[in-house]
């Protein structure tokens, strides 16, 4: 487990030029020409093949990351913008038909047989299947409309401030200020907040109009009846149906909000206040200023070092060569697109960490989670192809999520007075379990959304707000903000840009909550097997790769019951 990072330069290049770079697509289609042109008389030759191919698409992915990463970082220069339209709109279409070309050659030859039962392979030529059954010529112009018109999300949130004590500050910045003792200052800024939010509310809505009725035509040219089906089978979900989603959904309400409504209840108490407001949710319950780990960006990512280093040096090596190449932008500021991310970047292997931070707990934790998701990337870097570096989503989640929760223990590099540290473990154990209500809030949305693709703006409302009411707490009173809370849902940037991705998170919160008990129990053993799932990258299905985590692909009532016990357990130790 004790590896040693040198400083990653970029694999040497054997079927593209070293200088080659992607500026067009009659540079690119040669090599596209070269490949399904190409005669392959026996396994040797597939396999050399299978290895070109994943080179050049490591090339163009690698490419199309940087662009999305300098749009995101900068979404005032419209020359970044610019680029990123140029891939969407005159390079992507055109690789479309070649793939789906491509992979119809690669199951179509006879030694493919010789690969079926190859780990890794197998679940390539798996994806292979589910990708010819899918393609549709006709869909390549609206995939290239759907990624023009989710860009506008980005640049819509980015433009988003607000003007508090003079200064003009974005949203994420105004979002600290929820932290403040003051209670009539918390609630002028939630206002100013969400008034900015509402003034775009339509502009949003247009938006998601739009793209669910591209995405439903995109459903129905591939012969399903919506495009949540349709999206079930792009995203490769073999392991869970929709029904299991509801399932999950129906599991949380029963096992997880009481305990929501026990930590509303608590903190109303608390506060000492008559009426539970949505202002009162992010200030601490206790009178206590916010707690503030680190003061700016070069500090946050010098101390994130730090922990993963005491977690294990080799995690630590992971971080500090991406600050060392520049693949760290972290803090807040105009201009930027809303969020955080981990951009894996497929040829150095060495991915990219973007994120809104202002010197919060809740931005400790989105380095924490998103440093997970590099360190899987650095895990699955020497893998042979590209194909078998990106994991599922659950298991991707699982890697971020999990590192939040084994972590803990080296937090005191942040905080360095004992009670504060405590308060950080009780913020974070409260968090994992609120996580999970809204996950299934989001879920559930989008189910009825692409159920129901034809809705007016008033059903879309309606069922919004039933679905926020069933799995929100029943202490907080939102009377008079009636407005703020029917858009709620457009501050997901997932449900835009990413749709259907997010029950992957309550999936994985619950595997982290396993995979920490297991580091609990053994701290030693609970690494390694966390790091031994992790490499597997997608050589594995997902109940393989939990497997090998020590813990279960599960989240049936009795097993979330089982983990809300435990981390009741521990709440219990450190209050």
């Not at 200020?177 to 509310?201: N, P, W, Y």
């Not at 650095?378 to 989640?397: G, Q, R, Y």
């Not at 707000?465 to 009173?477: E, L």
Request: contains cysteine; aromatic residues 12%; charged residues 30%.
């Amino acid at each position: 487990m004790n590896q040693s990072l040198d400083l990653p330069i970029r694999p040497k290049r054997k079927f593209l030029p070293e200088d080659f770079k992607v500026s067009s697509w009659d540079l690119l289609k040669p090599f596209f020409d070269n490949l399904a042109e190409r005669q392959i008389s026996n396994v040797s030759e597939l396999k050399q093949w299978l290895h070109d191919r994943s080179e050049l698409e490591s090339v163009i992915s690698e490419d199309m990351g940087w662009r999305y990463i300098r749009m995101t970082c900068y979404t005032d220069k419209e020359e970044y913008s610019k680029s990123y339209q140029d891939f969407v709109q005159n390079i992507q279409p055109q690789i479309a038909p070649f793939s789906d070309m491509l992979n119809k050659k690669t199951l179509g030859l006879p030694f493919i047989a010789a690969l079926e039962n190859e780990p890794g392979y197998n679940l390539m030529l798996r994806n292979l299947k589910k990708e010819v059954e899918l393609f549709r010529s006709e869909n390549i112009p609206l995939y290239t409309e759907i990624t023009t018109e989710t860009q506008k999300y980005a640049e819509i949130s980015g433009a988003m401030t607000v003007e508090i004590n003079g200064q003009e500050i974005t949203l994420p910045q105004a979002g600290v200020i929820l932290q403040s003792t003051d209670r009539a200052q918390r609630e002028d800024v939630f206002r100013k907040i969400s008034t900015r939010r509402l003034k775009d509310k339509d502009l949003l809505d247009a938006l998601f109009s739009k793209l669910i009725s591209l995405r439903h035509k995109v459903s129905l040219n591939a012969g399903f009846k919506n495009f949540r089906d349709y999206q079930f089978k792009a995203y490769g979900r073999f392991d869970y149906t929709p029904q299991d989603c509801f399932n999950f959904h129906e599991a949380i309400e029963s096992e997880v909000l009481p305990l929501i409504n026990q930590f509303s209840k608590e903190r109303k108490s608390k506060l000492k206040v008559t009426e539970l407001r949505p202002w009162d949710k992010a200030v601490d319950a206790e009178g206590r200023e916010p707690l503030k780990p680190f003061q700016d960006s070069k500090e946050l990512t010098q101390k994130s070092i730090e922990v993963f280093k005491r977690l294990n040096p080799y995690l630590g090596e992971c971080l500090e060569v991406m600050d060392k190449m520049g693949h760290l932008d972290l803090e807040s500021r105009k201009g930027k697109a809303p969020g955080g991310y981990n951009y894996p970047l497929a040829e150095i292997g060495v991915p990219f960490i973007f994120m809104n931070a202002t010197s919060t707990m809740r931005d400790m934790m989105t380095i924490m989670h998103e440093g997970g998701h590099a360190v899987h990337n650095f895990l699955t870097m020497n893998l042979e192809l590209n194909d078998f570096k990106s994991p599922p989503m659950e298991v991707a989640e699982l890697a971020s999520m999990s590192m939040e929760l084994i972590s803990m223990d080296e937090w005191p590099i942040f905080f360095e007075a004992e009670k504060d540290f405590k308060r950080a473990k009780l913020e974070q154990l409260e968090d994992s379990i609120e996580t999970l209500p809204w996950v299934a809030t989001i879920d559930k949305f989008q189910h009825w959304i692409y159920e129901n693709p034809t809705h007016s703006l008033e059903e879309r409302k309606e069922n919004w707000n039933a679905i926020f009411s069933r799995f929100g707490d029943t202490v907080t009173n939102w009377s008079g903000l009636e407005e703020a809370k029917n858009y709620l849902w457009q501050k997901q940037l997932h449900l835009y840009e990413v749709p259907f991705y997010y029950i992957e998170y309550g999936m994985a919160q619950l595997g982290a909550i396993a995979i920490w008990r297991n580091f609990k129990k053994d701290k030693k053993t609970g690494l390694q097997k966390y790091q031994d799932a992790l490499k597997l990258g997608n050589m594995a299905t997902i109940p393989e790769i939990y497997n090998a985590a020590g813990i279960r692909f599960d989240f049936s009532r009795g097993y979330i019951k089982e983990l809300m016990d435990f981390v009741r357990e521990e709440l219990e130790k450190v209050k």
